[in-house]
Nanobody
Framework: QVQLAESGGGLVQPGGSLRLSCAAS???????AAWYRQAPGKEREFLAR???????DYADSVKGRFTVSRDIRRNTMYLQMNNLKPDDTAVYYC?????WGQGTQVTVSL
């Protein structure tokens, strides 16, 4: 089993940036790791993933604005979010294999 602890959410103005972290209780080097989000009244949406080789993949809605990365030594995955928009407001979740974090709220508003 893997425990995940997310952090880094908060309130940011449109055009601003945030970096989310997802700290795992075990090594993530051989794991499929991904970020999702869920806005009120909407289904959970895939955003980005990083596979064991280090290759990354993004949803069209965030491509060019969000960057997923990992620090293997710290067992931590990150999501750098730039040029945030009000539509990015949601609860953001990390996923490592079949394990999910508790979610962190991101609110983009003036």
């Amino acid at each position: 089993q893997v425990q995940l602890a997310e952090s880094g959410g908060g309130l940011v103005q449109p055009g601003g940036s945030l970096r989310l972290s997802c700290a795992a209780s075990r090594s993530i080097v051989s794991k499929l790791a991904a970020w999702y989000r869920q806005a009120p009244g909407k289904e959970r949406e895939f955003l980005a993933r990083i596979i064991p080789s280090g290759a990354t993949d993004y949803a069209d809605s965030v491509k060019g604005r969000f960057t997923v990365s990992r620090d293997i030594r710290r067992n931590t995955m990150y999501l750098q979010m730039n040029n945030l928009k009000p539509d990015d407001t949601a609860v953001y979740y990390c996923r490592i294999d079949d394990f999910w974090g508790q979610g962190t709220q991101v609110t983009v508003s003036l």
